[in-house]
Nanobody, 123 residues
Framework: QVQLVESGGGSVQAGDSLRLACAAS????????AGWFRQAPVKGREFVAT????????AYADSVVGRFRMSRDNAKNTVYLQMDSLKPEDTAVYYC????????????????WGQGTQVTVSS
């Protein structure tokens, strides 16, 4: 298994940018595909983005296409989520997780969830 720790969240204004990072320890992160999910108050965990273990393939939720970009640096055992043109509806706790099924948008197919990082976007 791999242990994941997210960072980079914060409080910003609509239209601003943030870059989230998810650092892995334990087993080498490059063994896994990875994903970002988010959870707003009183809502379920929502898929945001996923990346293949070699970083060549990505997929995104329709709500973030063109605004968010997921990447990874396997030398640093870290995945990133660059978030631009943030909107108030992006407010949530953001989680990263590992999977062996690139492209999956189902939270139950992911494991090794981090503790999450809060993103708050005000209008």
């Amino acid at each position: 298994q791999v242990q994941l720790v997210e960072s980079g969240g914060g409080s910003v204004q609509a239209g601003d940018s943030l870059r989230l990072a998810c650092a892995a320890s334990g087993r080498t992160f490059s063994f896994y595909d990875a994903g970002w999910f988010r959870q707003a108050p009183v809502k379920g965990r929502e898929f945001v983005a996923t990346i293949s273990r070699d970083g060549t393939r990505t997929a995104y939720a329709d709500s973030v296409v063109g605004r968010f970009r997921m990447s990874r640096d396997n030398a640093k055992n870290t995945v990133y989520l660059q978030m631009d043109s943030l909107k108030p509806e992006d407010t949530a706790v953001y989680y990263c997780a590992a999977t062996s099924r690139y492209g999956s948008r189902a939270a139950h197919e992911y494991h090794s969830w981090g503790q999450g990082t809060q993103v708050t976007v005000s209008s």
